[in-house]
């Protein structure tokens, strides 16, 4: 059975796609402050007959990812997939954007990801399998008003999972952006439903989008039935970038 | 006279311990056959190993030997044999 680490696994789409694969995966629901929750998702993925551990994991530091690999390789095996789903926001008007803003969206949403993707491939390379999602964001291309941090951070990520596609390829190893439009998270609670029915007006799908409508394209793109489609911007957004 | 050629056995003993961990490495992580891989063969041209595979082949090395090797001291290094001595002078 095939181990998946899900960064920001316990809430939101990372929920959805820990649950998902669960499944058919061993999964590591990581965490960074919720744990309770995390518990929860594990509990979950047990009760439905899945194997799944809680795995704490900060992807702003290089010690804190060896340590979370180190766990999961402890109780399951190697990681074999690996979604990059951990983000933070922090919002603000372009010019009232403040550096450290930015550097902390920046060093969670990319830099996170690069940490965690390294270490994966070390073993991905070995095993010549792997799998790698990141999620993005509509954001990342079309940009978004009051998130230039969040939408150059979610950018960022289609270069890197396009250059890791090229350079590992060969070695099975496949790497893939999903951008989620407005999904019905924690992430987007913030809105009143008069800004929601207003999202909902440029949709060609008329509701705001499910985690599940993320996670279903996920597990298959981490199935071998996938194997050929790589380096690849998948929009999940009910047409908003139609 | 008897002290250098000691010192120079124990060199020759040494580099050949690396020769055959790092040919264990050849076969065991990039299944190339033990009989190419000699002190001469080129890594590319005789081996066939491609760039990702060199690079597999120095994350296996960083592995096996405990050390670092820097992008720079790879430069020079186009045979097992001319990879045996970097190994072998950096432990």
Redesign the interface.
């Known amino acids: 059975m095939r181990t998946v680490l899900v960064t920001g696994g316990s809430r939101g789409i990372g929920k959805a796609i820990s649950e998902k694969l669960g499944q058919t995966c061993n999964v590591a629901v990581g965490y960074s402050s919720s744990k309770e929750k995390a518990d929860e998702v594990v509990k979950t993925i047990k009760e439905n007959g899945g194997k799944a551990i809680a795995v704490s994991i900060d992807v702003t530091s290089q010690e804190s990812v060896e340590q979370c690999f180190e766990s999961v390789e402890n109780e399951f095996s190697s990681i074999d997939i690996l979604i990059n789903n951990a983000g933070i926001t922090k919002d603000n008007i372009f010019p009232r954007l403040k550096q450290e803003d930015w550097d902390a969206v920046v060093d969670t949403n990319l830099t996170g990801s690069f940490r965690t993707s390294k270490r994966a491939v070390?073993n991905m390379?070995?095993n010549k399998w792997g799998r790698i999602i990141f999620i993005s964001s509509v954001a990342g291309i079309s940009g978004n008003t009051g998130q230039a941090n969040y939408a150059a951070s979610k950018a960022g990520l289609i270069g890197l999972a396009k250059t890791i596609s090229k350079?590992?390829g060969?070695?099975n190893i496949t790497s893939n952006v999903i951008a989620p439009g407005y999904i019905d998270t924690d992430m987007t609670s913030f809105l009143n439903d008069e800004q929601k029915e207003d999202i909902i007006e440029q949709l060609s799908i008329k509701r705001v989008g499910k985690p599940e409508d993320i996670s279903n394209i996920v597990s298959f793109l981490c199935s071998d039935e996938s194997e050929y489609i790589t380096g690849q911007v998948f929009p999940v957004d009910g047409g908003l970038t139609t | 006279m008897e002290d250098l050629l000691l010192k120079l056995r124990g060199i020759v003993v040494e580099v050949n311990e690396v020769f055959e961990k790092v040919k264990k490495l050849f076969v065991d992580?990039l299944g190339i056959e033990e009989d190419k891989v000699t002190m001469e063969a080129k890594l590319e041209e005789d081996l066939d190993i491609?760039s990702?595979g060199i690079v597999?082949v120095v994350?296996a090395f960083e592995d096996e030997f405990e050390i670092e090797i820097d992008d720079e001291e790879l430069t020079d290094v186009g045979t097992v044999g001319q990879a045996v001595n970097l190994l072998h002078s950096k432990l």
């Open positions: 070390k390379m070995k350079e590992l060969s070695r | 992580e491609d990702l597999e994350m």
